[in-house]
């Protein structure tokens, strides 16, 4: 009995076969699930804006690999890009929308400049390279599209307010997907990281006091490390999450219940 249950687990949350696109995949979380997914057996293509970053990624995966260098905050190339995506495997099963900016400006130095590649970047690259794919996801009836959100889709933190407010509307863009394209097999979630170590947040792994602070606000007790990612991936990409769709995990750790 154990072993027929251990059997129809593995198959339960197997990705073996699947094909994925990862953006941000040179660097941070995204480069860690772009790693992860093709360590399980899926074909991906790692999308980024630094080639020399994306080579580096896939010369260290294990697991069938392209790359495709593209800047994601012009809206105008999203099309040709996602024609570019689906050169190697066709038409992704999974779309991991990882990659993002936080241009760190306060409220009173918000530029148009800065406020615009936050919004395309973090907003409309997701829901657009997730419209070009929606098409041949239906044609498979199946389909997994997971953004990424933040504590600030819920907090206001300092010098975040077109970050906040583009991940405020990631939430809203998930549940919008949600509520478009399940009826098709697709479905559409986002995880909300809490503070990981990566580029986004150097300017506060840079304070050592600041980190011990937001640790101490998790119930956990600790920040979030990469393989912290690892599990709410498997569980969105996989038939095992086939009735969840237009839900927000917050992967933090517990700050956002205090």
């Given at each position: 009995?154990?072993?027929?249950?251990?059997?129809?687990?593995?198959?339960?949350?197997?990705?073996?076969?699947?094909?994925?696109?990862?953006?941000?995949?040179?660097s941070g979380l995204g480069r860690h699930a772009a790693?992860?997914?093709?360590?399980?057996?899926?074909?991906?293509?790692?999308?980024?804006?630094?080639?020399?970053?994306?080579?580096?990624?896939?010369?260290?995966?294990?697991?069938?690999?392209?790359?495709?260098?593209?800047?994601?905050?012009?809206?105008?190339?999203?099309?040709?890009?996602?024609?570019?995506?689906?050169?190697?495997?066709?038409?992704?099963?999974?779309?991991?929308?990882?990659?993002?900016?936080?241009?760190?400006?306060?409220?009173?130095?918000?530029?148009?400049?800065?406020?615009?590649?936050?919004i395309d970047l973090n907003l409309a690259a997701p829901f657009f390279l997730a419209q070009s794919?929606?098409?041949?996801?239906?044609?498979?009836?199946?389909?997994?599209?997971?953004?990424?959100?933040?504590?600030?889709?819920?907090?206001?933190?300092?010098?975040?307010?077109?970050?906040?407010?583009?991940?405020?509307?990631?939430?809203?863009?998930?549940?919008?997907?949600?509520?478009?394209?399940?009826?098709?097999?697709?479905?559409?979630?986002?995880?909300?990281?809490?503070?990981?170590?990566?580029?986004?947040?150097?300017?506060?792994?840079?304070?050592?006091?600041?980190?011990?602070?937001?640790?101490?606000?998790?119930?956990?007790?600790?920040?979030?490390?990469?393989?912290?990612?690892?599990?709410?991936?498997?569980?969105?990409?996989?038939?095992?999450?086939?009735?969840?769709?237009?839900?927000?995990?917050?992967?933090?750790?517990?700050?956002?219940?205090?």
């Open positions: 009995m154990a072993e027929l249950i251990s059997t129809a687990s593995a198959g339960l949350f197997s990705l073996a076969g699947k094909t994925a696109c990862v953006t941000g995949a040179s790693s992860f997914l093709a360590q399980n057996g899926v074909r991906v293509v790692g999308v980024a804006r630094r080639l020399d970053q994306l080579k580096d990624w896939q010369a260290s995966t294990v697991g069938e690999t392209q790359v495709v260098s593209a800047d994601l905050s012009d809206r105008s190339a999203l099309s040709d890009i996602a024609a570019q995506i689906s050169k190697p495997f066709g038409t992704p099963d999974i779309l991991i929308n990882a990659a993002g900016i936080n241009t760190r400006q306060i409220a009173d130095e918000v530029t148009p400049e800065g406020w615009n590649v936050t794919f929606a098409k041949g996801m239906k044609a498979k009836g199946w389909g997994r599209i997971i953004n990424f959100a933040s504590l600030q889709t819920y907090r206001a933190f300092p010098g975040g307010i077109s970050y906040g407010a583009s991940k405020a509307g990631v939430a809203q863009l998930t549940r919008a997907m949600a509520e478009a394209w399940s009826p098709f097999g697709i479905t559409a979630n986002a995880i909300a990281p809490g503070f990981f170590e990566t580029e986004l947040t150097a300017a506060v792994f840079n304070d050592p006091e600041r980190a011990a602070r937001n640790a101490e606000q998790t119930c956990i007790g600790r920040n979030g490390v990469s393989e912290d990612l690892d599990g709410p991936l498997q569980f969105f990409c996989s038939d095992a999450s086939a009735y969840v769709t237009g839900q927000i995990l917050s992967l933090d750790g517990g700050y956002t219940a205090k």
